[in-house]
């Protein structure tokens, strides 16, 4: 079953095209300091590695704009500058030849400024990113609304639209945060009767590896399966390493992208007769760099293993000393416990 996506606008950053039927891209952005160029880059090399698709720099100074253009040169990935208040910061970043901006232009001073970046943004066809955070509400709509509702945050984001749309510029993406699942999946589901620009999602400051993992996954799976959302970032408090796993995850699951292998495996109970929870893990990292489109089952017994994950293309079932090989729920061969992990991994690699 696939969910129907609503249909985006299309905009590029970059290489990387964002909306429409296009995959749904994911984003990270660093925690290293954008002055210093080598451990931006570095990091940036292994988001790239793990599979991200397009990076964010804070800009907080001209020192960070001015640093866009050297790290530009060792990236492939597009990269995004966010900006607050300070639209030299974003003419620079343009300058140097950044792939998108990250600001609110109802932020940046008067209607001046905001023309000039547009035009600037227009001319170096540069998407802009509107970025509606609960916690950064206008105070206007505080007053308004008597609170932060998901309401008032569309309301927000619509204003700021209309500042670049009355400037000519529609080469916009818009995101609408907060740190609560039930509250951003109404905001979403606002917004996105609201506008046809693509939309950024994600669940802002989720919290740590584990339980941001658990709380992005629930918000943004929720949004995604609704059909809204054409990038997403899972916001963890760790290494953004873990943001790119996590989304991958999350698009997998909903069967929305395909990232090699996929794996699935039983929780264990009672009939568990080898050490599947160190199997698992060790089937888990050799399949990592493996590019196949294809299911992998890791099962603790031969009674229900191979017939619970008859989907799978392969699998192990564990039994006492020794485990099976399936295929496609049925048996292919029984090898002892020791020699279980290579010779699935040697299937593997002829399917
Ligand atoms: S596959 Fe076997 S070991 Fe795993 S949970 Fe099911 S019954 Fe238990």
Redesign the pocket.
């Known amino acids: 079953m696939a969910y129907t996506r609503k249909k985006t606008r299309v905009v590029a950053a970059g290489n990387v095209l964002i909306g429409g039927e296009n995959p749904i891209i994911i984003q990270s952005m660093c925690n290293t300091d954008t002055r210093n160029i080598e451990s931006t880059v570095n990091q940036i090399h292994a988001l790239e590695d793990a599979g991200c698709e397009m990076v964010r720099l804070a800009v907080p100074d001209m020192q960070a704009a001015f640093s866009i253009g050297k790290i530009k040169k060792s990236v492939s990935v597009p990269l995004v500058a966010d900006i607050h208040f300070d639209y030299r910061l974003a003419v620079e970043a343009i300058n140097q030849g950044i792939d998108k901006i990250r600001i609110n232009p109802g932020n940046i001073g008067s209607y001046r400024n905001v023309q000039i970046l547009a035009d600037m943004a227009k001319e170096k066809h540069i998407p802009i990113r509107i970025g509606v955070n609960s916690g950064s509400l206008e105070r206007e709509l505080l007053k308004k609304f008597g609170r932060v509702t998901p309401e008032a945050m569309v309301e927000s984001a619509l204003g700021h639209v209309k500042i670049l749309e009355d400037c000519g510029f529609n080469d916009i993406v818009i995101s609408i945060k907060s740190s609560g699942v039930p509250f951003s999946i109404e905001a979403y589901r606002l917004l996105s009767q609201a506008v046809d620009y693509p939309l950024h999602i994600g669940i802002t400051e989720a919290g740590t590896v584990y339980s941001g993992t658990v709380k992005s996954a629930v918000g943004i799976g929720a949004i995604l399966s609704m059909g809204i959302g054409d990038t997403i970032r899972v916001s963890l408090t760790g290494n953004p390493v873990d943001e790119i796993k996590a989304a991958k995850e999350i698009l997998k699951s909903l069967e929305l992208r395909k990232f090699g292998i996929e794996m699935i495996s ?7 007769q080898i050490d ?1 929870i160190g199997l698992a893990e060790k089937v888990e990292k050799r399949c990592e760099s493996i590019n196949k489109n294809i299911k992998v089952a890791v ?7 191979p017939g ?2 008859r989907e799978a293309d392969i699998g192990i ?2 039994g006492k000393g020794e485990g099976l090989i399936f295929k496609k729920g049925e048996i292919f061969k029984k090898v002892p416990e020791n020699m279980l992990l290579d010779t699935l991994m040697e299937e593997i690699e002829k399917l």
Do not use: K
């Open positions: 039983c929780p264990t109970c009672g009939r568990t599947l099962m603790g017994c031969a009674v229900n293993g619970e994950a079932a564990g």
